[in-house]
């Protein structure tokens, strides 16, 4: 069991072992432990600004002279609100010009453990108890909070609810009735009991609703006021986030300093008198002080008395400590007497919005001492506890908790991966990765002091998220659509087109191969002239070469940045940016817009100028920068925008030619409902087979080769082959097996310490080819991948593959005929797979001959340049048919 988001404060708990029949086993163990405030953030508090605004009217304006409150609550216990509710109640009776009245509401059943202080001053009291019978509280698996928040959704009219949800909206509105034409308040329960409450009120039409700030972390509401003690409460990211308020007050509460003060005379005492004044609850952080008076008896050079005044929930816990508990004073003048007595008083708490127990004790002249916070030090080691080495996990929400082993200190975990970047503060217990896709990420976390400077080594954790059993998508659906023309329109479109390719960034990847094949193809066509234009939005780097000059393409390079200053003043990232050029792109008010944005579109226009009347393609980027990009291809009048789904989960887009390489990619729900396309179609890439082809004899190796060809990214599911890997090494000693992988990408150091030869990435095709026929088998473990070109190009070369047979691949992939599908998504299956063919040389030699069909069949790359030409074809005489019409109109 794991506690999760623990405020600051002292935690007791009981456990108790109980048979099937709830009936006790054994002793109650109890668990006590602190969350502590760093010295760090204890600092930033101390240096907050006090407030600077003062409630004053003058005298000329005309208010009503009568007004009512009600104040609601749920609790009886005392505590430094109701204290404050009292005495601002005992004060505001008696105005001089004002008539106040009063009606105090208690949301719990009725109780008479003890006189109600509010009835002493004639306040009206009702009580409101909600309640929903024991059927529907296991049927719905409610609490207390849980029905909040159905009753606040009921009162925003969203959704449908049971019928107990309409009877308790009914009892709360019959209930604060009264209410009507009244200001209400309630204090800060951190529940959705308060968001309940204010729209309950509205519905009653008080007059405005006012919010307590007696704690942080309240729930999301709407309120007219929100009132604090301190700077510290009112202006709280927790507060500020979630409370929309009309009008944020400071309101320092005062005490009566002709009542609280100091004694006449010091009373003599035979001990110091060491004393607390507060609720007993885990907020208060009394574990700290317990434990210090443990600390200070056992020195026996002094006498110390510990008293102290309050009550609450954890008080039987703190009975065997050496402190007195005398419980709630509630009479103000026996209050002051005890205070009195006092030589000095502690206070532990941490979080406190104000305390105002501390100012009463300070009024009297008592020596107060405050608990600062934990001071640590600067040394750490970090540990991965949960998900553990070679968890499987079919959820995209992944919890990870670690532990810091030796000395600690305030500072940071900063993890980085392929996909994910990002800071937390280093006493977090645990931190959510929220919507991890399938594949295999490896993420490095490394302990950093305040200053950003690392303390003892990075640990590494492997997450593999699988796709479960409802996930895999192995529906065989081919396209229904053949791009052709009919040859009397092909020959009255332009014979010259211009394409212009956008790359978001440099590596080689399955898109750009396609890319440069298309391009030597095209440069090829028999009757029309084809020129091409690369963009690579990123700098240039020598560490970084491109992959197009090489071919004697045209390359500019197209950062779309910001300054430093820029990003830091509007909290850009590199997304946010785009999405914000996107919204600009499409306003019909740029002047109010921030200067930047005018600046960046601007540099957009005229970096892409060159591609009026082309054809600009790019790639699915899965970020805003793809939508701007739609956006500049209208802008400066390209003749076609074409959107290529090289992976799915697009941004929202307006295209005209939506370009999948499978059906599965176009018919994606994250596809449809994200892209407008004029023209959806899937063209499968194909590959040359008089290059891609099997070799003159078959490979004679030592030990049975088995490759991987593509980019060593988290989406290729690499770890999983990896430890199938080592299974395989460690079951089939009696063979001898080697692997290889061709590709690149930023996860490849974490694969060094796997028996792998890892090549790099092969350019040169014929070289690639050639590697391809030294391989008896091949695998790919990809589980959402739009085709993957790499498997055709194996395929080709007469290479059985052994894949999971999900996603794209089902539109080529045939179990026991062109490859050997894997049921279970897993390494052990995979290994038992990869085990089968490599000892089975005739399976192996018919799965290939299998796969070399369905490439000659279906597959050719010329196949696939004439549904590209064609798709060109149609979007330059499109947009020369346009252009006519406006230039005869």
């Given at each position: 069991?794991?506690?999760?988001?623990?405020?600051?404060?002292?935690?007791?708990?009981?456990?108790?072992?109980?048979?099937?029949?709830?009936?006790?086993?054994?002793?109650?163990?109890?668990?006590?432990?602190?969350?502590?405030?760093?010295?760090?953030?204890?600092?930033?508090?101390?240096?907050?600004?006090?407030?600077?605004?003062?409630?004053?009217?003058?005298?000329?304006?005309?208010?009503?002279?009568?007004?009512?409150?009600?104040?609601?609550?749920?609790?009886?216990?005392?505590?430094?609100?109701?204290?404050?509710?009292?005495?601002?109640?005992?004060?505001?009776?008696?105005?001089?010009?004002?008539?106040?009245?009063?009606?105090?509401?208690?949301?719990?059943?009725?109780?008479?453990?003890?006189?109600?202080?509010?009835?002493?001053?004639?306040?009206?009291?009702?009580?409101?108890?909600?309640?929903?019978?024991?059927?529907?509280?296991?049927?719905?698996?409610?609490?207390?909070?849980?029905?909040?928040?159905?009753?606040?959704?009921?009162?925003?009219?969203?959704?449908?609810?049971?019928?107990?949800?309409?009877?308790?909206?009914?009892?709360?509105?019959?209930?604060?009735?009264?209410?009507?034409?009244?200001?209400?308040?309630?204090?800060?329960?951190?529940?959705?009991?308060?968001?309940?409450?204010?729209?309950?009120?509205?519905?009653?039409?008080?007059?405005?609703?006012?919010?307590?700030?007696?704690?942080?972390?309240?729930?999301?509401?709407?309120?007219?006021?929100?009132?604090?003690?301190?700077?510290?409460?009112?202006?709280?990211?927790?507060?500020?986030?979630?409370?929309?308020?009309?009008?944020?007050?400071?309101?320092?509460?005062?005490?009566?300093?002709?009542?609280?003060?100091?004694?006449?005379?010091?009373?003599?005492?035979?001990?110091?008198?060491?004393?607390?004044?507060?609720?007993?609850?885990?907020?208060?952080?009394?574990?700290?002080?317990?434990?210090?008076?443990?600390?200070?008896?056992?020195?026996?050079?002094?006498?110390?008395?510990?008293?102290?005044?309050?009550?609450?929930?954890?008080?039987?816990?703190?009975?065997?400590?050496?402190?007195?508990?005398?419980?709630?004073?509630?009479?103000?003048?026996?209050?002051?007497?005890?205070?009195?007595?006092?030589?000095?008083?502690?206070?532990?708490?941490?979080?406190?919005?104000?305390?105002?127990?501390?100012?009463?004790?300070?009024?009297?002249?008592?020596?107060?001492?405050?608990?600062?916070?934990?001071?640590?030090?600067?040394?750490?080691?970090?540990?991965?506890?949960?998900?553990?080495?070679?968890?499987?996990?079919?959820?995209?929400?992944?919890?990870?908790?670690?532990?810091?082993?030796?000395?600690?200190?305030?500072?940071?975990?900063?993890?980085?991966?392929?996909?994910?970047?990002?800071?937390?503060?280093?006493?977090?217990?645990?931190?959510?990765?929220?919507?991890?896709?399938?594949?295999?990420?490896?993420?490095?976390?490394?302990?950093?002091?305040?200053?950003?400077?690392?303390?003892?080594?990075?640990?590494?954790?492997?997450?593999?998220?699988?796709?479960?059993?409802?996930?895999?998508?192995?529906?065989?659906?081919?396209?229904?659509?053949?791009?052709?023309?009919?040859?009397?329109?092909?020959?009255?479109?332009?014979?010259?087109?211009?394409?212009?390719?956008?790359?978001?960034?440099?590596?080689?990847?399955?898109?750009?191969?396609?890319?440069?094949?298309?391009?030597?193809?095209?440069?090829?066509?028999?009757?029309?002239?084809?020129?091409?234009?690369?963009?690579?939005?990123?700098?240039?780097?020598?560490?970084?070469?491109?992959?197009?000059?090489?071919?004697?393409?045209?390359?500019?390079?197209?950062?779309?940045?910001?300054?430093?200053?820029?990003?830091?003043?509007?909290?850009?990232?590199?997304?946010?940016?785009?999405?914000?050029?996107?919204?600009?792109?499409?306003?019909?008010?740029?002047?109010?817009?921030?200067?930047?944005?005018?600046?960046?579109?601007?540099?957009?226009?005229?970096?892409?100028?060159?591609?009026?009347?082309?054809?600009?393609?790019?790639?699915?980027s899965r970020d805003y920068g793809d939508t701007v990009l739609a956006h500049v291809g209208r802008a400066i009048g390209a003749a076609g925008v074409v959107l290529e789904l090289s992976s799915v989960f697009p941004m929202p887009n307006t295209v005209d030619v939506l370009l999948s390489p499978s059906q599965y990619a176009l018919s994606h729900p994250s596809v449809v409902t994200a892209v407008d396309a004029t023209l959806p179609l899937v063209v499968p890439p194909g590959v040359d087979p008089t290059l891609f082809a099997p070799a003159a004899s078959a490979p004679y190796n030592d030990c049975i080769?088995?490759?991987?060809?593509?980019?060593?990214?988290?989406?290729?599911s690499l770890g999983l082959l990896a430890r199938a890997i080592e299974l395989l090494v460690a079951i089939d000693q009696g063979r001898c097996l080697a692997f290889r992988w061709v590709g690149d990408g930023a996860d490849t150091a974490h694969y060094k310490q796997y028996p792998i030869t890892l090549l790099g990435t092969i350019l040169d095709e014929a070289t690639l080819v050639h590697e391809l026929q030294s391989w008896d088998l091949a695998v790919h473990m990809g589980l959402r991948e739009t085709y993957g070109i790499a498997n055709v190009e194996v395929m080709a070369v007469g290479i059985p593959?052994?894949?999971?047979?999900?996603?794209?691949?089902?539109?080529?992939?045939?179990?026991?005929?062109?490859?050997?599908?894997?049921?279970?998504?897993?390494?052990?299956?995979?290994?038992?797979?990869?085990?089968?063919?490599?000892?089975?040389?005739?399976?192996?030699?018919?799965?290939?001959?299998?796969?070399?069909?369905?490439?000659?069949?279906?597959?050719?790359?010329?196949?696939?340049?004439?549904?590209?030409?064609?798709?060109?074809?149609?979007?330059?005489?499109?947009?020369?048919?346009?252009?006519?019409?406006?230039?005869?109109?």
């Amino acid at each position: 069991m794991r506690f999760v988001g623990a405020d600051l404060g002292s935690y007791w708990a009981s456990a108790q072992l109980l048979d099937p029949s709830g009936q006790p086993i054994g002793d109650v163990s109890t668990l006590h432990y602190e969350r502590v405030l760093s010295h760090e953030q204890a600092t930033a508090q101390r240096t907050l600004p006090r407030p600077r605004r003062v409630l004053l009217a003058l005298p000329s304006v005309v208010r009503p002279r009568e007004r009512k409150l009600c104040f609601v609550t749920g609790g009886t216990s005392m505590d430094g609100q109701m204290r404050l509710w009292l005495d601002l109640i005992a004060a505001l009776q008696q105005h001089p010009t004002t008539k106040y009245s009063f009606h105090m509401f208690r949301v719990q059943a009725p109780t008479a453990v003890r006189l109600d202080p509010y009835l002493a001053l004639g306040i009206p009291i009702t009580y409101v108890h909600l309640t929903v019978d024991s059927n529907n509280v296991a049927k719905y698996n409610l609490t207390n909070n849980k029905t909040m928040a159905q009753l606040a959704a009921y009162a925003k009219g969203l959704g449908r609810h049971p019928a107990y949800v309409a009877r308790l909206f009914g009892q709360y509105t019959a209930a604060l009735s009264p209410c009507r034409g009244a200001i209400l308040v309630y204090a800060n329960s951190q529940d959705h009991g308060d968001s309940a409450l204010s729209l309950v009120a509205r519905h009653v039409q008080v007059q405005a609703v006012v919010l307590e700030l007696s704690g942080l972390r309240p729930m999301p509401h709407a309120v007219d006021a929100v009132i604090g003690p301190s700077q510290f409460a009112v202006y709280h990211e927790s507060v500020a986030q979630a409370v929309a308020a009309t009008h944020r007050h400071v309101i320092v509460p005062g005490v009566n300093t002709t009542l609280f003060v100091p004694a006449a005379k010091p009373k003599p005492n035979d001990c110091l008198v060491v004393g607390y004044l507060g609720r007993i609850a885990p907020e208060k952080s009394l574990g700290l002080l317990a434990r210090a008076t443990e600390l200070l008896t056992a020195k026996h050079d002094l006498c110390l008395v510990f008293r102290w005044v309050g009550e609450g929930p954890d008080a039987v816990f703190y009975q065997h400590y050496p402190v007195e508990l005398l419980g709630g004073i509630y009479n103000e003048t026996a209050l002051v007497h005890e205070l009195q007595s006092w030589d000095l008083a502690v206070h532990p708490g941490l979080r406190e919005t104000f305390g105002i127990a501390n100012i009463e004790v300070m009024a009297l002249a008592v020596l107060w001492l405050h608990v600062t916070g934990a001071s640590l030090n600067e040394t750490a080691r970090l540990r991965f506890l949960w998900p553990p080495p070679r968890y499987l996990l079919e959820d995209p929400k992944v919890p990870i908790t670690f532990a810091l082993d030796g000395p600690k200190t305030n500072g940071y975990i900063r993890f980085s991966s392929a996909k994910l970047d990002g800071m937390i503060d280093i006493h977090t217990p645990e931190v959510a990765i929220m919507d991890i896709e399938p594949g295999t990420h490896w993420i490095t976390a490394e302990a950093l002091t305040t200053t950003l400077r690392p303390i003892g080594p990075p640990a590494v954790l492997q997450i593999e998220r699988i796709l479960s059993r409802s996930e895999l998508y192995r529906d065989a659906v081919q396209a229904k659509t053949t791009v052709l023309a009919l040859p009397a329109v092909a020959a009255a479109r332009p014979a010259t087109r211009r394409l212009c390719f956008v790359a978001s960034a440099t590596p080689m990847d399955g898109q750009k191969r396609i890319w440069l094949r298309l391009m030597a193809s095209l440069r090829r066509h028999p009757t029309t002239a084809y020129s091409f234009h690369i963009f690579i939005l990123e700098h240039k780097s020598p560490s970084r070469p491109n992959v197009f000059s090489p071919e004697g393409l045209p390359v500019t390079y197209a950062p779309m940045t910001v300054t430093e200053e820029t990003a830091r003043q509007y909290n850009l990232t590199s997304n946010v940016t785009m999405g914000q050029l996107a919204k600009f792109a499409t306003s019909n008010d740029k002047a109010h817009l921030p200067t930047y944005l005018h600046e960046l579109w601007a540099t957009y226009l005229t970096t892409f100028a060159p591609c009026k009347g082309a054809v600009l393609v790019f790639a699915n980027s899965r970020d805003y920068g793809d939508t701007v990009l739609a956006h500049v291809g209208r802008a400066i009048g390209a003749a076609g925008v074409v959107l290529e789904l090289s992976s799915v989960f697009p941004m929202p887009n307006t295209v005209d030619v939506l370009l999948s390489p499978s059906q599965y990619a176009l018919s994606h729900p994250s596809v449809v409902t994200a892209v407008d396309a004029t023209l959806p179609l899937v063209v499968p890439p194909g590959v040359d087979p008089t290059l891609f082809a099997p070799a003159a004899s078959a490979p004679y190796n030592d030990c049975i080769v088995v490759g991987y060809l593509g980019r060593i990214a988290p989406e290729k599911s690499l770890g999983l082959l990896a430890r199938a890997i080592e299974l395989l090494v460690a079951i089939d000693q009696g063979r001898c097996l080697a692997f290889r992988w061709v590709g690149d990408g930023a996860d490849t150091a974490h694969y060094k310490q796997y028996p792998i030869t890892l090549l790099g990435t092969i350019l040169d095709e014929a070289t690639l080819v050639h590697e391809l026929q030294s391989w008896d088998l091949a695998v790919h473990m990809g589980l959402r991948e739009t085709y993957g070109i790499a498997n055709v190009e194996v395929m080709a070369v007469g290479i059985p593959l052994v894949c999971f047979g999900v996603a794209g691949l089902t539109e080529y992939v045939r179990h026991d005929e062109n490859a050997w599908v894997v049921d279970e998504v897993s390494p052990d299956a995979l290994a038992n797979a990869i085990h089968k063919l490599a000892n089975d040389p005739s399976l192996r030699q018919r799965l290939g001959h299998g796969a070399r069909q369905t490439i000659e069949k279906r597959f050719t790359w010329a196949q696939t340049v004439a549904a590209y030409d064609e798709v060109y074809g149609r979007l330059v005489a499109k947009a020369a048919r346009k252009m006519t019409t406006n230039t005869s109109s």
